[in-house]
């Protein structure tokens, strides 16, 4: 198996289950209250333009963002809806279910994904500037500014992360991200998807969208250094239009984190990210594990049932 071929591979927790993602093929496998697996499949099918765009460095991640915003909140809606209704109740559900047009959808779901992450980054950029500025008096230099903005957006970060952690819904989502972790692992180093094989693997993983997280953040330190933090409106103007070059870079860093992985040294630049992995994900238990190499193996039957056909070059997915 190639390490493109391994690379197209990416996924996200939901409640109660796992979506995982190929070139074309989405799917998301939950566990309903009697005990049974239900599936969600969505297929990817972007213009032209858009595939075009996600070859390109810099500006692909901020395509790959919006895409996975609007697909993630898709599955995320439909295993929210689903993991604790009743099937003996399916019949008069469906009978009231609204049939959606395709082009609503879509738009319908990457609106709210999108601005869902939009006004997240918002929140975690301008808000440590505002603290930062609070400070001015005492740390006055534009590298001292950087650098308390930097911590205060840390502190930000993982007081947020460890918060909801605690919730005991966010607990178990953060299990089926260790559980999809791990079926990624796994699969890469070419083992039978078991459950003992599974659970053997590292629930860390190089190509997480907790270390993109954790990359803006640093990346954006390095940027922040080459504009003025004085006066308090030009920096918060220039944070805004710099978020969209933060996540570009920001995506090549993981990209590159990924590629290094395997490489004495140079693995250690991913370890930051996996660090901050600790908080979001947990040791799954083994019917989780099952859930989540159930959506896998059903993405490959959808994928072969549909004739993938070959791979791009240079195509990356956030787990």
Not at 118 to 133: G, S
Not at 145 to 156: A, G, N, V, Y
Not at 194 to 222: E, W
Request: charged share 20%.
């Amino acid at each position: 198996m190639s390490e493109q071929t391994k690379g197209i591979y990416g996924g996200q927790a939901v409640v109660e289950g796992v979506m995982f993602g190929g070139h074309r093929e989405t799917v998301t496998a939950i566990r309903r209250k009697d005990g049974t697996i239900e599936y969600f499949y969505l297929t990817k099918n972007p213009p032209g333009w858009v595939q075009t765009l996600k070859r390109i460095p810099f500006i692909r991640g901020i395509v790959a963002l919006i895409e996975s915003s609007a697909i993630g909140s898709k599955h995320l809606t439909f295993a929210t809806d689903r993991y604790d209704e009743d099937p003996l109740d399916e019949q008069e559900n469906q009978k009231i279910e609204k049939k959606e047009s395709k082009l609503a959808m879509w738009l319908g779901v990457a609106v709210v994904g999108v601005l869902s992450f939009i006004f997240a980054k918002f929140v975690m950029t301008l808000i440590p500037v505002f603290i930062a500025n609070l400070f001015r008096p005492v740390v006055s230099g534009d590298m001292g500014q950087i650098m308390l903005e930097t911590l205060f957006k840390l502190i930000l970060l993982l007081g947020y992360i460890f918060t909801v952690s605690q919730t005991p819904i966010i607990k178990r989502v953060f299990q089926y991200h260790g559980a999809e972790h791990k079926v990624i692992n796994c699969y890469e180093a070419d083992l039978e998807l078991t459950v003992a094989n599974v659970q053997s693997r590292s629930r860390l993983h190089y190509r997480c969208g907790s270390s993109f997280i954790l990359f803006t953040v640093i990346v954006g330190m390095f940027i922040y250094m080459l504009v003025p933090t004085d006066p308090l409106w030009v920096r918060v103007v220039n944070r805004i239009l710099l978020i969209p070059v933060v996540l570009g870079v920001a995506f090549e860093v993981l990209q590159l984190t990924n590629k290094c992985r395997n490489i004495p040294i140079l693995k250690y630049l991913g370890v930051p990210g996996l660090w901050l992995q600790l908080l979001t994900t947990k040791e799954p238990q083994d019917d989780q594990v099952e859930v989540a190499i159930a959506s896998f193996n059903e993405l490959h039957r959808v994928e072969q049932d549909k004739n993938e056909e070959a791979l791009p070059e240079n195509l990356e997915l956030l787990e």
